[in-house]
């Protein structure tokens, strides 16, 4: 599983907090949930963000 950044979107932003959503599809959330998975996306996520994910096992 790789991330992808379509799949990536803000569900919320206020003072600079921002709830974000992923979509994992058929991938496994195990894999999204390991450190360094959304590094591509450093630039656009700050520290104390929170990220759901949801996927065909559930959510996380």
């Known amino acids: 599983m790789s991330f992808t950044l379509r799949n990536l979107s803000v569900?919320?932003?206020?003072?600079?907090?921002?709830?974000w959503h992923y979509k994992a599809g058929n991938d496994n959330?195990?894999?999204?949930?390991?450190?360094?998975f959304f590094a591509d996306a450093a630039d656009l996520m700050a520290e104390g963000d929170m990220v759901m994910l949801s996927g065909a096992e559930g959510g996380r």
């Open 11 to 19: 569900l919320a932003y206020a003072n600079g907090f921002t709830l």
């Open 29 to 36: 959330l195990a894999e999204a949930g390991k450190p360094g």
